[in-house]
């Protein structure tokens, strides 16, 4: 099962993030969006961040020119039908996720491979919907994609071997290491992270401590890089709040109750750093904690 051209569905954070090292990596890449404007300007960002690569000496001018070179975007979703490889990174909400394949579906060849980027979404459900279970996996990338090194592969009830193992070279020939994880909610790494961003909320919502000294005891007490509130606004507090209610929800612990102030902060529409505000007010030069 040989991949060559691969079908991005979402020019966001995600999205231009992968097609990013998929282009790097000598992949065609095919990006739909929505919005004309979204995929302008993740091709602008991708261009930017390839530029800042070589600058610093870890990526060749005509390397970025090749790479930049591949990259075609659409707005209409059913052109990705031709792809080898499709990698839905869409907003994290399993009705948005379903209607996409099922406007995919009549489109694709017989032996395209469908993937999902969700952090949270059960593979298994997301597969059941389509006509290739067995050619059908999670592929969550971390974020920033070209920064950061791991993609967990997530393997539904009936995803065969062939593709498992075809998805598994994919990772190793973008430069990329694979984890391995079952489909379970939220997988490894947000099974692990996102309740601790969630008890970090809970500290913060008990008056045990503030925004800054919450931050700076895990960044300097347990020699974490971003602290936990400064990272659930990189994230994003809506993607934070789904993936806690679907481990709440699908584990039925109440270990995974989200915390009451992360409601909040997200029916206000303090959504972090994309909305300028969230544990941190980023209007300004520097982040001025809210709280």
Partial sequence: ????????????????????????????VLMTDISAEALDKAVALIDRNLDRQVSRGKVAAADKDAAMARIRTTQTLTDLGACD??????????TVKQQIFDTLLPHLTPDTILTSNTSS????RLASRTDRPHKFMGFHFMNPVPVMQLVELIRGIATDDATYRTLHEVVEKIGK???????????????????????????????VGNVRSIDESMKLGANHPMGPLELADFIGLDTC???MNVLHEGLADTKYRPCPLLTKYVEAGWLGR???????DYSGDTPVPTR
Avoid at 2 to 26: D, E, K, P, T, Y
Avoid at 186 to 199: D, G, K, S
């Fill in 1 to 28: 099962m040989a991949v060559q051209s691969v079908g991005i569905v979402g020019a966001g954070q995600m999205g231009n993030g992968i097609a990013h090292v998929f282009a790097l990596a000598g992949f065609d």
């Fill in 85 to 94: 490889l499709v990698i839905e990174a869409a907003t994290e909400r399993e």
């Fill in 121 to 124: 979404i059960s593979i298994t």
């Fill in 177 to 207: 290491t694979a984890a391995s994880a079952e489909d379970f909610p939220a997988f490894i790494v947000n099974r692990i992270l996102m309740p601790m961003i969630n008890e970090a909320v809970y500290t913060l919502y008990e008056g």
């Fill in 241 to 243: 709040l789904a993936i």
């Fill in 274 to 280: 994309k909305t300028g505000r969230g544990f941190y």
